[in-house]
C-alpha cells in the first residue's frame, strides 16, 4: 500500500515527459552547437563533439535545395554528401561539377547531428526530410532566423507570424517523417514582443508531437551583438514541460559551464552556444576538463577535420579568419592563404602538410599556392628525413617510395532514400573506414537560425 502511495505521489510531482523515438535523441541535460549558415559545416560540428559539445546542429539547408539531390558515399573518407549541378546562376551554360548540398559523418556524428530545415510548406518539408531522415537524429525546423534571405519566401523568423502555417508543417512532418523514421521533430523559435504573443504560440506548437523547442532569447528584429532578453524563459519553460517538451535556451550563451549554471537558474533542458563556438569550439569543455584552449591547438584540430572531410576551401578560410585572432601575426599571413598546403605551412602543421597536398590535388588548389616553392622545399626535405628515420630504424634500406596516387574520381557509391527504420536505426554501410581524430578585426558576425 505504501508502495502504491508513493507511486501515485511521484506520478503527480514529475512532469510528463513525451516519449522520445528510437531512432531519436533527449535534448535534456545537453549543451549543444546551435545551427549557424556557414559556420555549421561538418568539421565544424566535429570540432566540437571533440570538445565536448552533446549534441550538434547542421546549417539551416531549405527544402527546394534537398529535393532532388543524390546521396552518395565518398569513397575517400566514408562521409555521406547530398549533391546536385547548381543553377550555375542563371548562366546559360550547364554545370559540369556536382555541388556538395550537405555533408555528415555516419560514424562520428551518429545519434548526435540534428537537421535543420528552412520551408514554408509542409508538403516540401516532408519531401525533404525524408531524403535525410535515416541519417540523422532529428529533424528540426527553423523559424527563428530573421534574416531576408530566410524571411522573404515565408521561411524563419516568418513563420511566427503565421502560426497556422508553422504548426501544419510541425504536424505533417511528425506524422509522416518522425513516427514512421522514429526520429524528433523539433522547433527553433525566438520570443516575440509581448509575452502573451510568445505564450499564445508556444502553446500551439508543444501540442503538434515535437519532442523538444529552442528559444533564442531575442526578437526577431534583434541582432546578435544586442543583449539576449530571458524575461519570458521560465514562461516558456513552463508550457513546454506542462506538455512533457524538452526546452532549450539560445542567447549570449558562451561556454558549458555558464550553460549548466543558466539551466539550473531557468529551468531549461539544454542550452545552446553558437558564436563563442565560432571563435573557440572548445568552449563546449568544463573549465574542470581544461576550459578554453589556446586557439593554436583548436585551429589545429579544426584544420584536420576539414582535411579528413574534404571541406570547401572557402568555408574552411573563413572559420579560420574567426579562429586566429586578428593581432596575431599569423592572421594577417593567414588571409593571403590560397589552399591547404598553404595553411599548414603558415602555421607551421608540418605533420599535416602531406594530407593537405593531398586534397588540394583533389579539390584542384594545387597551382594555387602563394607558398609553392618553400612548401615544395618542406615536402622534400621531410619525405627525406622520414626515409632516414625509418632506415635507422630497421637496419635496412628501403626502396624509394613513389608518390601516393591522387585519384580524382568522386564518390561512385550511390544508395536510395533510407527506409523508415522498423525496429533499430539504418546500419552503417559496411567496409567505411573513418580515421580517427587526433589533436595537436573585422569578424562577421554569422547567421544563426
Not at 558562451?254 to 565560432?278: C, N, P, Y
Not at 598553404?342 to 583533389?362: G, K, N, V
Request: charged letters at 25%.
Amino acid at each position: 500500500m505504501l508502495r502504491f502511495l508513493r507511486s501515485a505521489m511521484t506520478s503527480f510531482t514529475t512532469p510528463p515527459r513525451v516519449p522520445i523515438p528510437l531512432n531519436g535523441v533527449d535534448y535534456r541535460g545537453k549543451v549543444v552547437l546551435a545551427p549557424m549558415v556557414r559556420s555549421g559545416e561538418l568539421p565544424s560540428r566535429l570540432v566540437a563533439l571533440r570538445y565536448g559539445a552533446d549534441l550538434v546542429w547542421g546549417p539551416e539547408t531549405i527544402d527546394r535545395s534537398l529535393i532532388g539531390a543524390s546521396r552518395r558515399v565518398n569513397p575517400r573518407n566514408g562521409t555521406i554528401e547530398y549533391t546536385r549541378l547548381p543553377s550555375n546562376g542563371g548562366r546559360t551554360e550547364t554545370a559540369s561539377q556536382e555541388s556538395v548540398i550537405y555533408r555528415l559523418d555516419p560514424v562520428r556524428e551518429k545519434g548526435k547531428l540534428i537537421f535543420q530545415i528552412g520551408t514554408a510548406s509542409p508538403e516540401l518539408a516532408v519531401q525533404a526530410a525524408k531524403m535525410v531522415a535515416g541519417d540523422v537524429a532529428g529533424i528540426d525546423v527553423n523559424s527563428g532566423c530573421p534574416k531576408p534571405f530566410s524571411t522573404s519566401g515565408g521561411m524563419g523568423a516568418a513563420l511566427l507570424r503565421t502560426p497556422d502555417k508553422l504548426v501544419s508543417i510541425l504536424e505533417a512532418l511528425v506524422r509522416e517523417v518522425g513516427i514512421p523514421y522514429k526520429i524528433g521533430i523539433s522547433v527553433k523559435i525566438r520570443i516575440l514582443e509581448k509575452p502573451e504573443i510568445t505564450e499564445a504560440l508556444v502553446s500551439r506548437l508543444v501540442k503538434t508531437g515535437i519532442t523538444g523547442l529552442t528559444v533564442h532569447c531575442r526578437t526577431p528584429p534583434m541582432r546578435p551583438r544586442e543583449r539576449a532578453i530571458r524575461d519570458q524563459l521560465r514562461m516558456i519553460v513552463s508550457i513546454c514541460h506542462d506538455a512533457g517538451v524538452a526546452c532549450v535556451m539560445n542567447g549570449d550563451v558562451t561556454s558549458r559551464d555558464q550553460a549548466l549554471a543558466l539551466m539550473e537558474e531557468f529551468g531549461v533542458d539544454g542550452a545552446m552556444i553558437a558564436t563563442a563556438a565560432e571563435t573557440n569550439p572548445s568552449c563546449f569543455q568544463s573549465q574542470a576538463d581544461g576550459g578554453l584552449l589556446p586557439f593554436r591547438d583548436v585551429v589545429y584540430a579544426y584544420i584536420k577535420f576539414c582535411i579528413e572531410s574534404e571541406n570547401r576551401f572557402g568555408n574552411t578560410k573563413y572559420l579560420l579568419n574567426i579562429m586566429i585572432p586578428g593581432k596575431n601575426k599569423e592572421f594577417k599571413d593567414a588571409k593571403g592563404a590560397k589552399n591547404y598546403a598553404d595553411y599548414c605551412h603558415i602555421l607551421r602543421f608540418d605533420d599535416l602538410l602531406p594530407a593537405a597536398l593531398q586534397l588540394d590535388e583533389i579539390l584542384n588548389l594545387t597551382g594555387k599556392s602563394a607558398f609553392k616553392d618553400e612548401i615544395r622545399s618542406k615536402a622534400v626535405q621531410n619525405a627525406i628525413e622520414n626515409n632516414e628515420t625509418a632506415r635507422a630504424a630497421s637496419g635496412t634500406s628501403r626502396p624509394k617510395s613513389t608518390s601516393p596516387v591522387i585519384s580524382k574520381v568522386g564518390p561512385i557509391r550511390t544508395n536510395s532514400i533510407p527506409s523508415p527504420s522498423k525496429s533499430k536505426p539504418e546500419e552503417i554501410e559496411a567496409g567505411v573506414d573513418i580515421p580517427a581524430s587526433t589533436s595537436p578585426p573585422a569578424q562577421k558576425q554569422e547567421v544563426v537560425a
